[in-house]
């Protein structure tokens, strides 16, 4: 059984940090790609990050430069680091795993609030 656990989330004022995990079990971790997603209330899905087998990095425009998405294999974990917050980046964020050979695995989510 395929299982995707994120943990981290919270309530941080802007300007702050957070750091997201997202423990996979029941896959082939190292073949897939790994992203988060994330939606805000009345918002469609977004991608946030992704990193690839190979560890190819790809950023939404909006949180290039302060996201860092990263993956230990060992651990089978993907994490999101996630600096200089601002309000909105306020959504429930998605671990994704992705390999063209399989469906699409899906976390149940982290809540994020960046408010004062």
């Known amino acids: 059984q395929v299982q995707l656990v994120e943990s981290g989330g919270g309530l941080v004022q802007p300007g702050g940090s957070l750091s997201l995990s997202c423990a996979a079990s029941?896959?082939?971790?190292?073949?897939?790609?790994m992203g988060w997603y994330r939606q805000a209330p009345g918002k469609q899905r977004e991608l946030v990050a992704l990193i690839t087998s190979g560890e190819l990095t790809n950023y939404a425009s909006s949180v290039r430069g302060r996201f860092t998405i990263s993956r230990d294999n060992a651990k089978k974990t993907v994490y999101l680091q996630m600096n200089t917050l601002k309000p909105e980046d306020t959504a429930v964020y998605y671990c994704?795993?992705?390999?063209?050979?399989?469906?699409?695995?899906w976390g149940k989510g982290t809540r994020v609030t960046v408010s004062s």
């Open positions: 029941g896959i082939g971790f190292d073949i897939y790609t």
């Open positions: 994704n795993a992705h390999w063209l050979g399989d469906m699409d695995y």
